[in-house]
């Protein structure tokens, strides 16, 4: 029987390392692309043919014409914010209903479960994890503690499933003393509802296995980043599902055995987003100015995102949990007009060195840099490797040397066409 094949692209830093835009370009090698985690939080910004477009809970495979895009169990969906970005797709010419499937065991975000996103962060005061406030922690909650409302659910006395729900939701806001009003918010959330039941609603991880079966191939897609994995990210700092590899198994129903490539994504420096401890942030003019260069805001909340220099501690922990067979690099460009470019090799703990992710990052962690030449070129419109200064060839050299891992795809732009695949 002539299998297909599923790889795997992902985040390795704290999100915003741009898998919208390989996915985007890798989509035209793969039959489907599933989304496998997270939810409207995260956004994936895409530009090309002088159009921009950022996608929050859709697989960012949709512009490429005729493939199946999946969301996958492992996502929570809001209804309404689903609605506003499908219409707005759907305005500009790309058509959704034909080819965008969703998992009925996807979980559904309530308008209640923004309102406890927002309570819990309030109770937690200067200890708030700096959430989107889209209620993705909650959706979570409730799915593994077993109260979930899922996408299935609406094919099924809804509106007493429904009803129960945000009963229980409620009686924990009385508790909490929280004041809140969602009567407009749900009328859309509503809407959002019957605007889903025009979709494919599927039983995808049948689907995905019938495709691979036939010998077709799956590019499955996280959202965030590892290190804000619930697991194995910078804990309580983190997002609530699995963003690693592992977490494409559960929330696509695939087997670890069907997995072959596993893409990894960095930003040739590093960001973050929210609250939690982030050992590289520079708070000088020259995180100031990657940030400026490199349109560091959040796709979704507009939010400051944090800079610093590239973390090959952090890294190096990534690429081990993925088990990351090829990296892709972003945002090059960024650092196209710095005289040096430094690199953190490893950490002084408490005065020990050590090259290992440890278990507490948040305080007695001293960052220990490698300085590099910088390549002073403006690398935006080449269109192959050999037109590489040799400073940033070195420097490429440099990281995978470091991390044991080939860079095969490197960015110089957002377009879709600023995409160099190397040799």
Known sequence: MNQGKVDVLLGLQWGDEGKGKVVDVLTPQYDVIARFQGGPNAGHTLE???????????????????????????????PDLFMEEAQSLEASGHKLKERLHISKKAHLIMPTHRVLDAAYEAQKGKNKVGTTGKGIGPTYTDKVSRNGLRVGDILDHFEEKYAAHKARHEAILRSLNFEYDITEAEQKWLKGIEYLRQFHLVDSEH?????????????????????????????????????????????????PNKIGEVYGIMKAYCTRVGAGPFPTELFDETGTRIRDLGHEYGAVTGRERRCGWIDLVALRYSIMVNGVTQLIMMKSDVLDGFDTIKACTAYRVNGELTRDFPYNIEEGIEPVYEELSGWKTDMTQFTSEEQFPEAFSNYVKFLEKELETPIKIISIGPDRAQTIVRK
């Open 48 to 78: 090309f043919e002088g159009q921009k477009y950022v996608l929050r809970s859709i697989p960012s495979g949709i512009f490429q014409g005729g493939k199946v895009n999946i969301i996958g169990n492992g996502v929570v969906l809001a």
């Open 207 to 255: 689907e995905i296995n019938h495709v691979l079966r036939a010998g077709k191939s799956i590019l499955c897609e996280g959202a965030q980043g590892t290190m804000l994995d619930v697991d194995f990210g910078s804990y309580p700092f983190v997002t609530s599902s699995n963003t690693i590899c592992a977490g494409a198994c559960t929330g696509l129903g695939i087997g």
